[in-house]
């Protein structure tokens, strides 16, 4: 890569633990994956079990599913190894996790620092949290000067995703855990694009790490899921807003037991135990898929780079992406994530409508390159002005990279480019 090559991918990251997990756990008949308990009630034989259990002095049992199931706590208790963490908590998708983070740490009159280049539903779930009396700074978090300048006293949290979705820009990850970190705020990251696989937001300070479990986690479209991850990181007793209900347990599990009580049991994006059964099956070829995904994107990007049809190529391995030493110092690898724009913005619908391999859908991190034009649809609702100040013009593609032959997708690029020359 003449100079710019990223480490592989997986390179600090063991799948062992996680492929036996559930047969080291115990499961029945010496069966290697947990079952699917589809079971909504669960009984007791001692009405003081049932007691403690809702009064969180009893662990490890169920009482609604709701709140959780067997097959939904082998799949948490992998995503908390695989980000290295304290415990996790699952949701119905990655924005019930997000919502879940917001609602239950909030307060009208808080305020939160966010970055300025987040996914269009985090977005759009901001400006319905500012309706709710919560204050919401965006900045360009890619320099820590700009996140410093905007807290205050009332500040809560900051909130970022690894690398932005969709034009992969990536925050000044490790100044802002500082930042926190003297400041005594908690530091949230989405952690969607990269996985665990490429980089474990624990390692810059991060306390909750939030992932779409549909996308890289899972990898094979066929369910929905989300997470949130206390890693430890964060002491929860400098936090004024965990109610006095919760404030009876061991402190470590203040944020965490908020989380499930108001975040997941009163707002109910509950996980259902299939989709989690399907998503636990995915994360066992977490590395493999991280690898060739990475691998191609880098391989597409270069490709795109060197196009006479094409104008910016947006991918942190490309030495020309201004964050490109930052993400291979901290990333493992590149990830599935690119985006691009033509030099001609009108050329755009017609070379989507060429392509054959890469299909044209709204979804990302699935085994399929998918592809979209983002301004008219998952930004359509997002004015003009703030899509600029987002990095996010007319014009721009967003590519979600899968498991083909990269050579396969670069000649269905190329061949439905040529109408662009």
């Known amino acids: 890569m003449n100079g710019e090559e990223m480490p592989d991918a997986g390179v600090h990251m063991s799948m062992t633990p996680v492929l036996h997990a559930d047969r080291l756990a115990g499961v029945e008949h010496g069966a290697i994956h947990s079952p699917i308990h589809t079971s909504v009630q669960y009984t007791f034989e001692r009405t003081s079990d049932l007691i403690d259990l809702f009064q969180g002095r009893l662990k490890g049992r169920f009482n609604y599913a709701r709140s959780g199931t067997p097959t939904i706590a082998a799949l948490e208790r992998k995503i908390t190894h695989l980000e290295g963490g304290r415990e996790t908590v699952c949701f119905a998708s990655g924005m019930a996790a997000i919502s879940a983070v917001f609602l239950s740490l909030l307060r009208a009159g808080d305020h939160i620092v966010v970055s300025r280049f987040l996914f ?175 691998g191609t994107a880098l391989a597409l990007a270069r490709f795109l780079r060197e196009h006479a049809a094409i104008g910016e190529v947006h991918y942190p391995g490309l030495e020309t992406h201004p964050q490109h030493e930052l993400a291979k110092r901290l990333f493992a690898n590149g990830a599935w994530l690119l985006s691009f724009e033509l030099k001609r913005a009108n050329d755009m619908i017609p070379f989507l409508d060429r392509l054959r391999v890469a299909g044209r859908g709204t979804g990302m991190g699935d085994n399929r390159t998918l592809v979209i034009p983002v301004a008219p649809t998952i930004y359509w609702e997002i004015d003009r002005e703030v899509r600029e100040q987002m990095k996010i013009s007319d014009g721009l593609i967003r590519v979600s990279i899968g498991l083909e032959d990269p050579r396969d997708l670069i000649r269905d690029f190329d061949e439905a480019l040529q109408l662009c020359s």
Request: aromatic share 6%; proline share 3%.
């Open 120 to 294: 269009g539903g985090t977005v759009n779930l901001l400006d319905t949290l500012q309706g709710f009396g919560v204050h919401v700074s965006f900045v360009d978090t890619c320099d820590v000067r700009n996140v410093r300048a905007e807290v205050g006293e009332n500040t809560r949290l900051v909130f970022v995703e690894t690398v932005a979705n969709p034009a992969t820009q990536i925050p000044d990850l490790e100044s802002i855990g500082q930042l926190c970190r003297e400041r005594e705020l908690l530091f949230i990251v989405d952690n969607t694009v990269t996985s665990p696989a490429l980089f474990r937001p624990a390692t810059v300070g991060a306390g909750l790490v939030v992932n779409s479990l549909s996308k890289t986690l899972g990898g094979h479209g066929v369910a929905l899921g989300g997470a949130v991850t206390d890693t430890g990181r964060f002491d929860w007793t400098l936090y004024p807003n965990i109610a006095a209900r919760y404030r009876n347990a061991d402190p470590a599990q203040w944020g965490i037991q908020q989380l499930r009580k108001k975040g997941l049991r009163d707002v109910g994006g509950a996980l259902s135990s299939d989709h989690a059964h399907r998503i636990a099956i995915g994360v066992e070829t977490l590395v493999l898929r991280a690898t060739q995904t990475g």
